[in-house]
């Protein structure tokens, strides 16, 4: 079955440390994005990606880094810079030209 | 940049109930999609409808481009259309989409 796969579905961080957040479809997707959910928010951009070796800052990308380097795959690396990381991180792609977006299933970061 | 609001941000209906929601964007778009978010978190896309109307199922969206609006309109509600509804626009191609806060449903049985 084709789909958007995030991985882990659950991540405790101790403060001060990097991770690593998986997002792989396999969808042949042109373009992949990254997401933050706070509660009671809507969805806000960290970083997309149109192509490989290629990629833009969302509306809040301090603290967060990316790689596009193969199309499945578009990591999110949510480094010690990052205040206030605790939050539900989803991961979606495109195929270009279309507008459908297909979401994953999201991985929730907990600090501690 | 693009702003989108909507309302109401919670809504309680009993099942079978109707319900309108609505989804303001302050600038032109050229794309704008309704989601529902289930209670574990999956968002699935619901409406691609940058302009007029569709209909799928229970559920159906109109959008007024030039008065920069969208209404999501959910009828004869069930306790799995529970969850939260967003809208989310862009304002030209090649950029990503802008969400919306959304609106939290709880049907009740």
């Known amino acids: 079955d084709g789909g958007i796969t995030q991985s882990p579905k659950y991540l405790f961080r101790k403060e001060g440390q990097n991770v690593t957040l998986s997002c792989e479809q396999n969808?042949?997707?042109?373009?992949m994005y990254w997401y933050r959910q706070d509660p009671g928010q809507g969805l806000r951009l960290i970083y997309y990606?149109?192509?490989?070796?290629?990629?833009q800052k969302g509306d809040i990308a301090e603290g967060y880094s990316v790689s596009r380097e193969k199309k499945e795959s578009f990591p999110l690396t949510v480094t010690s810079a990052q205040k206030n990381p605790t939050a539900f991180y989803l991961c979606?792609?495109?195929?270009?030209?279309?507008?459908?977006?297909?979401f994953g299933s999201g991985t929730r970061l907990t600090v501690v | 940049g693009i702003q989108v609001e909507q309302s109401p941000p919670d809504l309680i209906l009993q099942e079978g109930a109707n319900s309108t929601l609505r989804c303001n964007f302050s600038d032109s778009v050229n794309n704008l999609q309704w989601f529902h978010q289930n209670p574990w978190g999956q968002l699935i896309n619901l409406f691609y409808i940058p302009s007029g109307t569709k209909q799928n199922g229970r559920l159906s969206a109109t959008t007024v481009a030039t008065e920069r609006y969208s209404l999501l309109y959910i009828s004869s509600s069930q306790t799995t259309d529970s969850g939260v509804y967003f809208c989310a626009v862009t304002r030209q191609a090649g950029t990503a989409l802008i969400f919306g806060k959304g609106t939290t449903l709880s049907v009740s049985s």
């Open positions: 990606s149109q192509i490989v070796n290629d990629f």
């Open positions: 969808l042949n997707h042109d373009a």
């Open positions: 979606a792609s495109r195929l270009i030209p279309n507008y459908g977006y297909t």
